[in-house]
């Protein structure tokens, strides 16, 4: 039995965080899910390694050079195509699981992090272009994107919530949620195929590997190694018990009477940066039910290679706790590290969302001069 598939028996959904026009056209995509694949993210900095870095999207660029389009409209064209393309090959996952897996993700503009109104009116626009039932829309999970998030679910809209990296902004996302489930329940969709409160789905990315890497630096520069490695573990155990006291609660419990559904922690960036640390330590050590788990492509294999399966999260929730009270008596603010991690991801993602566009702009002008 695959790797995958025993996960998913366990309750823990692994997702592609790749994706790349030959990956869906050779049937790459429709084999993975063969093996237990259950869905796919994607980000702009993986569009720009797959437009930029390979010939795959050379036909469709010369069909649309000739549209006169602007460089972000024949962005948007080609990575459209592609999300329609894996939506179409997940489309039996979403099915038999009744909505619950087989989704794909496609990220509003990074420049827009910071502006409320424009996120939810290109959310909605992408959404609709899209027009498949198992496309998720990311937004991040700044302040101006936390009642952008409200607001999409309460319109029927699919979201996948990323760049969250502490336990407090979990919780401001779980909230968002929640209140626009509210108004979903209320006044129902209000978008073309938008979904009602009983379908409507989101995940909450929360970031593991950015975490050890800020942390560790820290923890290096006052001399101190013996939390070194730990913390993305342990902060991650901690925002997976705080999901746990909130579908307990009352609010959610009526929610939930109404066929509301989870808003599942799904584990980020979870490759390992520090190559001492073990390859498989975010997946290992992250596995547990009601999760999501996006993996890129070489840490998929790895794990697929020599993975350990076996239920870990819920293990060692108070030595978590004690490790990052540990953290805060050495003088290190997990809140502040948090922060500044989410303002440099939205960063991080704008910048080679720019320099895809550049690409793009000239590979164009090396098409229309052949």
């Known amino acids: 039995m695959s790797k995958l598939i025993e996960l998913e028996k366990m309750g823990q ?29 994607s980000n702009p900095a993986i569009f720009e390694k797959a437009i930029a870095g390979s010939n795959d999207y050379d036909d469709d660029l010369k069909q649309l050079i000739k549209t006169d389009r602007s460089i972000e409209k024949i962005y948007e064209a080609l990575a459209i195509t592609d999300i329609t393309l894996a939506t ?20 509003v503009s990074p420049e827009l992090a910071y502006e409320t109104e424009k996120s939810v009116a290109e959310a909605k626009r992408l959404y609709e272009t899209v027009n498949r ?19 999409l679910i309460g319109c029927g809209v699919n979201v996948n919530v990323t760049l969250i990296f502490s336990l407090q902004n979990y919780k401001a996302v779980a909230e968002a949620y929640q209140a626009g489930l509210e108004q979903l329940a209320a006044a129902g ?7 009602a409160v009983d ?20 923890l290096e520069a006052i001399g101190n190694i013996e939390l070194a490695g730990k913390i993305a573990i342990a902060n991650s155990k901690i925002a997976y018990a705080e999901y746990k006291k909130i579908i307990q609660q009352p609010r959610w419990q009526e929610l939930a009477a109404r066929g509301a559904r989870a808003q599942r922690v799904l584990w980020a ?26 993996l890129p492509p070489a840490t998929l294999e790895s794990f697929m290679d020599h993975g350990r399966v076996a239920e870990t999260l819920t293990r060692g929730l108070e030595q978590a706790q004690d490790q990052v009270a540990k953290l805060a008596e050495l003088g290190i603010d997990l809140e502040a590290v ?5 303002d440099d991801g939205v960063v991080a993602f704008a910048k080679p969302f720019t320099k895809l566009l550049e690409s793009i702009a000239e590979k164009c002008k090396l098409l229309k001069a052949a």
């Open 269 to 294: 960036s979870t490759s390992t940066k520090n190559p001492a640390y073990p390859d498989n330590l975010y997946v290992d050590e992250l596995i547990g039910p009601d999760t999501v788990n996006t």
């Open 189 to 195: 969709p209000s978008v073309k195929g938008g979904h």
């Open 88 to 107: 179409d090959t997940l489309r039996g996952v979403y099915d038999s699981s009744k909505g619950k897996d087989g989704f794909v993700s496609l990220e």
């Open 199 to 218: 379908r409507v789905a989101s995940v909450a990315s929360f970031f593991i590997s950015r975490v050890d890497t800020a942390v560790d630096k820290e």
């Open 133 to 151: 039932p198992n496309v998720m829309i990311k937004v991040p999970a700044t302040a101006a994107g936390l009642p952008a998030i409200t607001e």
């Open 13 to 41: 959904s692994i997702w592609l965080d790749y994706i790349q026009r030959s990956l869906l056209t050779s049937g790459e995509l429709k084999q993975l899910v063969s093996t237990g694949l259950r869905g796919v993210t």
């Open 338 to 342: 948090t922060q500044k991690l989410q």
